[in-house]
Structures are given as structure tokens and as C-alpha cells.
């Protein structure tokens, strides 16, 4: 799977990097981490894209990989976003197969 806000930590080994770009899903990420009482260090890249850091130890990567999910998750938008057309197209795909399982069975 391809984690595309997990970095390596630059100088120490002991520790993974997350990273947003969103102010939003940062908080977000930081409140999940405080509930679960989760040690993190904190930093913004004042200098460059206001990218927000958070160094996490390598012990509770695998902890802290299921809250980043749910933080991405949290703010993912809908692939079909339209209610309707994504109901419409629901449909649509239920009547083709029904087509196909009646062609299947009266065709025996």
C-alpha cells in the first residue's frame, strides 16, 4: 500500500514522520493522537508550505497508521458525489445484473 503522508524520520531512526498540508486534518490527527494518549512532537514548516509534522515513535507506528487512515477517511470526499446520479447508477447496475442472471438461467 502506498502511505503517501509517512516519511522517515530525517535524523533519528526511532521515529516515523506524518505529515499534512491541511490545517484541518492536522487538528484532527492531533486530537485522535491525545485520545489515545499517543507520545508526538509537533512542527510547522514556517518557512516553506505551512506543512505540519508530527514525529511519532517507531513502537506505535502501527497504532498511530490506523488513526492516520481514519483521519484521511475522516475528510475523504465521496467518489460519486451526486446523491442522485450515485442512486441512479445503483440502479442501473442492479437491472443489468438482474438481466444477466435471467439470460443465465433461461438460457439452460
Known sequence: ???VNIKE??????KRVFYYKDAAQ????????KENAHYYEKQ???E???TI????????FEKVK???YLTIGHFRKPFIPDKGFRYILIIISLI????AISGAILSD
Not at 524520520?9 to 526511532?14: C, G, S
Not at 443489468?96 to 438481466?99: G, Q, V
Open 96 to 99: 443489468i445484473l438482474a438481466l
Open 1 to 3: 500500500m502506498i502511505q
Open 26 to 33: 492536522a487538528d484532527y490527527f492531533e486530537n485522535l493522537l
Open 48 to 50: 516553506g508550505d505551512q
Open 9 to 14: 524520520h530525517p535524523t533519528n531512526n526511532k
Open 66 to 68: 490506523k488513526l492516520n
Open 53 to 60: 509534522y508530527f514525529g511519532i515513535r517507531s513502537s506505535d
Open 44 to 46: 510547522i514548516d514556517v
